[in-house]
């Protein structure tokens, strides 16, 4: 199935036409996820209005509902829906429009194959998109997702500075100092990436600095990290940009279960092992500190149902730790580059290669994760 979605903003709106041709499905049912907050217009194929029905949907990161129609071997379907969106790093205002996987935005988790997915966003309201370009003739910005995220990221009169690793966007010129040190500490926190993953250059990176957000928080997708903001401590945004950009070697297993603490976990020690060479003991210490008292209220890792626990990524960093005071910097770095290297990511496979070399390790990761 091929997707075009047509998008309109209004104010904090969104408004959608979303085109699916080339549908092949054999379910008696139709499904995909939509926003808690958007409403459904019309559903319609060949212009004949369709019937359907919605259920909660029980999504992590994100508040969605579950769309369903009976499948009637449609070949094309035009879902037309608009309202408010929310989610993390969200914001539609005058200065950006930032819509993504957490707004679930766009019809999503479908139980068809999508082959390809384009957006068409008309607006003269913006006059830049990351990742996008716009199509004078038909006078939209055009965008076509680079990976399984549908990332609008369209700005007005955003600052822009550049080098060969990285286009960072931003807002505010008070703010051309602190992005100039960003753009230094961002080189220098890939340099350190590349060193310890014996990685070539990664593809150039877009960084986009939200105007308004969670400052501490951030997240990297293909070819592009946003941040909620700036950060005045520029060792907490060392670590975080360090842990964003490592999430490049650092990824695979599923995020949607508890095999996720594989990925936080060692994208999270290599912004730590970071913190330990530039002797940014302090940064170090707090970060294991407050870690280490959020796990105090987080069950295991691994669970009975393959689900996400809460505070994975907490438990497997403070898994680490242990393993660290025992046994140091180089076996952490052993266990980091193990990962990148593994084939399949999954627990068991990375525990079948550690046990090949560190059996005493994989013993202590294997009762860990069920502690």
């Known amino acids: 199935m091929n997707i075009e979605l047509q998008l309109h903003t209004n104010n904090d709106e969104i408004d959608v036409i979303a085109k699916l041709s080339d549908i092949d499905i054999i379910n008696d049912n139709i499904t995909f996820l939509l926003n808690h907050l958007l409403n459904i217009k019309r559903i319609s194929s060949n212009n004949n209005v369709i019937d359907y029905s919605t259920e909660e949907a029980n999504e992590l990161f994100r508040k969605a509902k579950k769309i369903i129609l009976k499948n009637e071997n449609y070949t094309g379907l035009i879902i037309e829906y608009g309202g408010k969106v929310d989610g993390y790093h969200t914001i539609i205002n005058n200065e950006i429009c930032a819509i993504n996987y957490y707004s679930c935005w766009y019809p999503d988790n479908f139980n068809i194959n999508v082959n390809s997915t384009t957006v068409k966003y008309y607006t003269d309201k913006y006059n830049q998109m990351v990742n996008g370009h716009y199509d004078r003739n038909r006078k939209c910005f055009e965008y076509t997702p680079l990976d399984f995220d549908c990332n609008i990221l369209a700005l007005n009169n955003a600052r822009i500075i550049s080098d060969y690793n990285i286009d960072m966007w931003y807002f505010d010129r008070n703010n051309d100092k602190t992005a100039k040190i960003y753009l230094d500490e961002f080189n220098k926190s890939l ?111 691994k669970t009975k149902d393959g689900n996400r626990p809460d505070g994975v990524h907490d438990n497997g960093t403070i898994l680490f730790y242990k393993i660290y005071k025992q046994y140091g910097i180089g076996t952490i770095k052993q266990l980091l580059t193990i990962y990148n290297n593994v084939e399949e990511k999954s627990t068991e496979e990375y525990l079948k290669v550690i046990n090949h070399d560190l059996p005493e390790i994989a013993d202590i990761i294997r009762h860990g994760i069920e502690e």
């Not at 969670?214 to 990290?225: A, E, F, P, T």
């Open 191 to 301: 340099k350190y990436c590349m060193e310890l993953y014996k990685s070539t250059r990664i593809e150039k990176i877009n960084l986009c600095i939200l105007p308004e957000g969670n400052k501490y928080d951030g997240y990297i997708r293909k070819r592009l990290i946003v941040l909620g903001g700036f950060n005045e401590d520029i060792e907490r945004f060392i670590h975080l940009i360090t842990h964003e950009i490592a999430h490049n070697w650092c990824t695979g297993a599923n995020i949607l279960s508890w095999e996720d603490w594989l990925n936080e976990t060692t994208a999270e020690w290599t912004a730590l092992l970071y913190d330990l060479e530039e002797n940014r003991m302090g940064l170090f210490s707090k970060t294991i500190d407050e870690r280490l008292e959020r796990t105090k209220n987080y069950s295991s890792i």
